[in-house]
């Protein structure tokens, strides 16, 4: 076992593309990736974040987080069980971007480690407060993309 | 495989559905539902523990369970199933996230019909019912 996840900021592009994928199957979303400038403007724009962290456990060990806007949680919340677009609470909204998290960095890893094992921690999913943004925390590494033209951010760090 | 005819007639399948995500039950409960096959009573449970709890209660003839989960993992669920040998009949199907060879080698021995990559797209999920469907007759 290793703590280093210096290796797995090698595989952004695959990170990125995991991201594309689920938001595709699950979401029928498209997503766009965003230069670093551009993201940060769109990030000012929004409000409410939900934040996501999927624990990782393998030849290396971290976290993976998602971080996207309350009211986008809230449209793929209907589109991931093709229902009408009526209002959820909290807990399925957060089960579902929990689900959204896990299958991200589910697909990242096995496409990075397709011979190794992880097991992936239940994720956590909180709203974080007034006037908070992912942007303080993305590294040159991370993914900034839109996704149905609104912000959304992933990244990695060391298990705490 | 389960008995799913009787007579030339297909008897509906009677799934359990495990995943500690209740969204993702609901989805896979959902895309079940709208494929063209007879589905009987939908169980589900939110881990490998709560899964075997329904196993000794009810007739289930086909497992449909994530990997990673709180409590009991899907590997654990499904060598407890082995382990038990009381129900040599039931199909069981992985669906997660972890679709790496060294997680396929893991569970090899654990006779897995079908491994079912998250996300899939709906018509995965009908192809994998129809097979099953079909294999019962």
């Known amino acids: 076992m290793s703590s ?7 595989s952004s592009d695959v ?25 940060a403007e769109r990030c000012g724009g929004e409000s409410t974040w939900l ?22 949680a809230q449209e793929c919340f209907a589109a991931f069980l093709g229902g009408p677009d009526e209002a959820a609470g909290d807990a399925p909204i957060f089960d579902m971007v929990g689900e959204l998290a896990n299958m991200i960095c589910g697909t990242w890893l096995t496409r990075t480690y397709p011979d190794q094992v992880y097991n992936l921690s239940h994720p956590d999913v909180a709203r974080m407060p007034a006037g908070w943004g992912p942007v303080a925390y993305l590294g040159d590494r991370a993914v900034r993309a839109t996704l149905n033209d609104r912000p959304v951010a992933i990244w990695l760090a060391a298990a705490s | 495989m389960p008995d799913t ?4 007639a297909v008897r509906p399948l009677s799934i359990l559905i ?3 995500s209740a969204m993702m ?8 539902g709208l494929a063209d096959v007879p589905i009987g009573a939908v169980y589900e449970a939110a881990n490998g523990a709560e899964a075997i709890q329904v196993l000794e209660t009810q007739t289930i003839h086909a497992l449909f369970t994530d990997i990673n989960m709180p409590v009991m993992t899907g590997t654990e669920l499904l060598r407890e199933i082995e382990r038990r040998g009381q129900w040599p009949d039931l ?12 997680r396929r080698e893991e569970v090899s021995d654990l006779h897995v019909k079908c491994y079912v990559e998250k996300p899939f797209r709906p018509e995965v999920m009908r192809d994998v019912l129809t097979d099953l469907t079909a294999a019962g007759q």
């Open chain 1, 4 to 10: 280093q996840i210096l290796p797995l900021l090698d």
């Open chain 1, 15 to 39: 990170l990125a593309g995991a991201l594309t994928d689920v938001a595709e199957r699950s979401l029928f979303a498209f997503v766009d990736p965003q230069p670093a400038d551009l993201f």
């Open chain 1, 51 to 72: 934040c996501a962290e999927v624990g990782f456990r393998g030849e290396h060990d971290g976290v993976m987080r998602c971080a996207l806007p309350a009211d986008v």
């Open chain 2, 5 to 8: 005819s009787v007579a030339g």
């Open chain 2, 18 to 20: 495990v995943d500690d």
């Open chain 2, 25 to 32: 039950r609901a989805m896979i409960k959902r895309v079940a």
């Open chain 2, 91 to 102: 199909v069981r199907v992985i669906i997660s996230t972890d679709g790496s060879a060294a």
